[in-house]
């Protein structure tokens, strides 16, 4: 007869950390969203020089963390400022780097916390939907346009789906898109298909 394993101490410290962080980078994006404009930003980032792109690949690893921008603003202001293939690049790591520390935010803190407000049978519900080789689900919903992409990258982490395919759904939804929306900032993607820039 095998004795039980003793169960961990719940990680209250670092949850509390984690949170206080979090609620702070809320609070900082919102007292912060008034000067979101397109045009604030854009002077923002052409008067950093050579560091706008850096700049602009902050602003979408928060705007997936805080949203005070609208998701599909940076990668647009990528194409339109740094060309069809600097731009995309940008988009792209900014999108790849969000997405990651969402999921390992709720990787970290989230399962604990939500399993005592929503309950351990509800998560494992998540997580069938999205679990083993249902990860699939999510590269459709992250292509979707207006669909809560960053909101998802959060329940990846609850619902315990590996790094791995977690990255890869991101690979083949979330950063398409996001490629798609700066080429079309840089004028070489429209309704029309393929146009030359200019």
């Known amino acids: 007869m095998s004795e039980a394993k003793p169960r961990k101490p719940f990680p209250w410290a670092q949850t509390l950390l984690l949170l206080a962080a979090i609620v702070a980078i809320v609070w900082i994006g919102l007292a912060l969203k008034p000067c979101f404009t397109r045009e604030r930003l854009t002077a923002v980032v052409r008067g950093a020089g050579a560091w706008g792109p850096a700049i ?14 609208p998701g599909v603003f940076v990668p647009v202001l990528s194409g339109f400022l740094y060309g069809p293939i600097v731009g995309p690049l940008v988009a792209s790591l900014g999108t790849a780097a969000g997405s990651m520390i969402a999921y390992w935010i709720a990787r970290i803190a989230g399962r604990p916390l939500i399993e005592r407000w929503v309950g351990a049978e509800k998560l494992d519900r998540a997580h069938a939907l999205i679990g083993g080789k249902r990860w699939l689900a999510l590269v459709p919903l992250f292509l979707v346009p207006f669909s809560p992409s960053d909101a998802l990258c959060f329940a990846a982490g609850i619902v315990d789906l590996t790094p791995k395919r977690f990255f890869l759904a ?6 398409p898109k996001d490629c798609a929306l700066a080429l079309a900032g840089a004028g070489l ?10």
């Not at 690893?61 to 805080?66: E, G, K, R, T």
């Not at 991101?170 to 950063?175: E, K, Y």
């Not at 429209?190 to 200019?198: D, E, K, Y």
């Open 189 to 198: 993607l429209r309704a029309g298909g393929w146009l030359p820039a200019g």
């Open 56 to 69: 602009l690949l902050a602003m979408q690893v928060a705007q997936i963390l805080v949203a005070p921008i």
């Open 170 to 175: 991101v690979l083949l939804g979330r950063l």
